[in-house]
């Protein structure tokens, strides 16, 4: 099997799965118990949010837990606008974010907030100067995605950060589901807020993280026994925090020594790519190493994507989250790809465990399923 | 940017004799907070020692050095080559990025102890700052009250500039043959008591009353993890959990009312003492602050002090509960002992306590008191456990 769309899920490493099974069968007692069993448990949760700090190189009390990125997207943005609309009620984010950040923006504006959505460039970037414009004295979260889902480009996070403070008082959210490892962010004094999700980096799904910087206070979006310091009440999931501690800390290890493999399996992919005539790149040029998007304009992606399942090669069309509407993708129109371009998109996401091997195969069958898709099929 | 952090000792470089002592024993410190960051280098001269970042972050590395004892200033510096040139160029972009944060105000001070370097501070001055003027702008020079302090040392092995300064954690490193017994309740003031006592130069251990089931496992647990966030500023520290139980029954049985209180301390002290004798602790730390609660009058004081020889530091004796808690949040104490477990002193506090006992009232009370057998059940029973700096319980899971 050649698995290529890590950027929707990843496989769970064998030591998570250990860890969560020994978690879940031993340490069962809710850490909030005040008997001995409840303290131990309530040790481990501390223990293993210390581990996770300090892989970020952050402090344990600016960790929450949640159940996954979308959940850390919402906290983050609702859990913003809530708190402070009565310090203005104004939003900004970009055009190409994933949907729980813009589900969330379009349920605010239902709401009487009021929401920009940037425009971005071909290289997937927002312009200083339309940010710095869009940035009024009412503006209270700037929302923004640092590695895009779909195509891999990159927001220069650290420059917006100093516009945004330099010229607001907003808060600044970063969605870093993507980018986490494979494109090196330490989180800059600019950022207020991160979303991680554990199964993008071989956890379980389930599980995410918020990077909440000290002081930034959040409106709960889950009201109850005052869990995550009254940030996400309900009881912790133990045994899903402990594998994602396990998982966090072998994914960076690998990400340090496998960096520049996964650069050299994209520009591979890529030059290969960009040799088929029938092939159109769409992923820009300074993108994020482990995403290749591209179109074969006139060739219905779900075919193919058939297609190379015969040969037990998965790919996709584009974020898994999104995939059953019949649109062409919000990322790649706001890119300004053409709608036929933008309906043939398919998305290559590598992680640190694949091969060239696996590379050059899904290559040779590309090249086959095109030949003989396109003698029997035009639209 | 930077490749060093600067470390400088201000009051042990004054210590005379004891210098080397107290050197050595802040580098071997330096060098455990910092052994977590893989190629660190740590080296030493007369007055400062120097940290070799090998690539990593210093900010982390930052934070660490903040909690050892013994050093003053801490400060962010980038390497360069006996070459004035790049001294210059190196200065300037340290000076750029520090108008990132606003500064309007700066001032270069040059030192060479390196003599063969060709250059005299003097003129060194005026040509860096000079420099520094011509290619910034919004920004003066203001030798008084700099917003920034550029400083470059020319030493041997390169020169040194720096212009992020920092405060150390002060005080003197840790001597480990000064051992003082800290009486650890678990409320906010003893914790910082501690901190205090260690940031002379002290090495602590702590003792803690127990009495299952009047206080739960939560309290003990709270106990330790305050232990371990005293171990971050001076190293594994040992616990002593004291069996506190049948003790504190006696007395709530055979003793009047409004003296509970006082003999519960005084059998404390007795206690502390033994385990401090026994261990080669030479004094007692109390988190003690004077008129704060009924235990804490001078009178109360006479009355419990009556009971050891040995000396009783009060290191909070003159603050005010803000000040103490101000102090317990900086050094990350606050949030755990704020958790609402019952302790040892809360759980049998009489209605009316005495707020002005006095000896001979003690006295005779505990003439009624099977002191000495309570003391040894109590010594006895002792479990000391060592509280690592690093939690390790559940290393394998995570």
């Known amino acids: ?379 | 940017m930077y490749d060093h952090i600067i470390v400088r000792y201000g009051e042990i470089a004054l210590k005379g004799k004891n210098r080397k002592g107290f050197v050595n024993s802040l580098k071997k410190r330096v060098k455990q907070v910092t052994t977590d960051f893989q190629g660190i280098i740590v080296t030493q001269s007369f007055d400062r020692m120097v940290v070799k970042l090998n690539g990593h972050d210093p900010d982390p590395v930052l934070a660490k050095l903040k909690t050892v004892f013994g050093i003053q200033k801490l400060s962010v510096a980038i390497r360069t080559d006996h070459d004035l040139e790049e001294i210059k160029e190196k200065s300037l972009e340290l000076i750029r990025d520090q108008q990132k944060n606003g500064i309007k105000t700066f001032k270069v001070t040059v030192k060479r102890p390196y003599k063969q370097f060709p250059h005299r501070s003097q003129d060194m001055n005026r040509e860096i700052g000079g420099y520094v003027l011509r290619n910034t702008e919004d920004l003066t020079v203001d030798v008084h009250n700099p917003d920034s302090e550029l400083r470059v040392e020319i030493k041997s092995d390169g020169a040194f500039i720096s212009c992020d300064h920092s405060e150390g954690a002060g005080g003197l490193p840790t001597n480990h043959d000064n051992k003082v017994m800290l009486m650890l309740s678990g409320g906010i003031d003893s914790p910082v008591a501690g901190y205090l006592t260690m940031k002379r130069g002290v090495k602590v251990e702590a003792v803690h009353f127990h009495s299952p089931p009047f206080t739960s496992e939560r309290s003990r647990q709270k106990v330790e993890d305050l232990t371990r966030v005293l171990a971050q500023y001076g190293g594994d520290i040992r616990l002593h959990i004291v069996p506190f139980t049948n003790t504190q029954k006696t007395i709530q049985k055979e003793m009047p009312d409004n003296y509970s209180m006082t003999i519960m301390r005084r059998m404390m002290m007795r206690i502390t003492e033994r385990i401090a004798e026994q261990t080669g602790a030479l004094a007692i730390t109390t988190g003690e602050s004077l008129g704060q609660v009924a235990s804490q009058t001078i009178q109360s004081m006479n009355t419990i002090n009556e009971v050891t020889n040995y000396p009783v530091l009060r290191p909070l004796i003159s603050m005010d509960k803000v000040d103490i808690m101000n102090i317990s949040r900086a050094i990350d104490t606050y949030d755990i002992s704020i958790r609402p477990y019952e302790d040892c002193c809360t759980v049998f506090l009489p209605e009316a306590p005495k707020t002005r006992p006095k000896r001979e009232h003690a006295n005779k009370f505990e003439k009624y008191l099977p002191v000495d057998e309570l003391v040894e059940e109590a010594v006895a029973g002792v479990e000391t456990i060592i509280i690592k700096e690093k939690e390790e319980e559940f290393n394998d899971l995570l």
């Open chain 1, 1 to 379: 099997m050649i698995y290529l769309d890590n950027s929707a899920t990843t496989q769970p490493y064998d030591e998570v799965i250990e860890a969560f099974r020994k978690t879940a069968l031993d340490y069962y007692a809710n850490p909030s118990s005040l008997h001995r069993k409840g303290g131990e448990v309530e040790r481990l949760v501390r223990q293993a949010r210390g581990s996770i700090a300090s892989l970020l190189q952050i402090d344990s009390d600016e960790v929450v837990f949640t159940s996954g990125g979308t959940e850390s997207n919402n906290l983050a943005i609702k859990g913003t606008a809530f708190e402070h609309m009565n310090r203005g009620k104004h939003l900004i984010t970009s055009q190409i974010e994933h949907a729980s950040c813009m589900e969330s923006f379009r349920q605010l504006e239902k709401m009487g907030f009021n929401v920009t959505y940037l425009p971005v460039g071909s290289d997937g970037q927002v312009s200083k100067s339309d940010l710095a414009e869009a940035l009024t004295k009412d503006t209270i979260l700037v929302s923004l995605m640092h590695v895009n889902n779909e195509v891999g480009s990159i927001q220069p996070i650290k420059e917006l950060g100093t516009i945004i403070k330099e010229n607001s008082r907003a808060l600044f959210h970063i969605d870093d589901v993507q980018g986490i490892g494979k494109v090196s962010l330490p989180i800059p004094d600019t950022v207020d807020l991160v979303s991680y999700s554990a199964h993008k980096f071989h956890g379980l799904k389930g599980n995410g993280l918020l990077y909440k910087r000290r002081n930034v206070s959040l409106f709960p979006l889950l009201s109850g026994g005052g869990q995550e310091k009254e940030v996400r009440s309900g009881t912790e999931n133990v045994p899903g925090i402990v594998a994602t501690a396990k998982a966090l800390r072998l994914y960076l290890q690998q990400s340090q020594s496998n960096s520049e493999k996964l650069h050299h399996l994209k520009s591979k992919l890529q030059n290969e790519l960009g040799a088929i005539n029938e092939v159109v790149i769409n992923t820009p040029r300074n993108s994020a190493p482990h995403i290749t998007n591209f179109s074969i304009p006139g060739i219905k992606p779900e075919v193919l994507i058939h297609a190379l399942e015969e040969k037990d090669i998965f790919v996709s069309t584009r974020s898994a989250c999104s995939s059953k509407t019949a649109e062409p993708s919000h990322v790649l129109t706001a890119l300004g790809v053409s709608n036929a371009r933008a309906r043939s998109a398919i998305r290559i996401s590598l992680s640190f465990q694949s091969t060239e091997k696996e590379i050059e195969v899904f290559l040779v069958e590309l090249k086959k399923a095109i030949h003989k898709l396109k003698q029997v099929m035009r639209y």
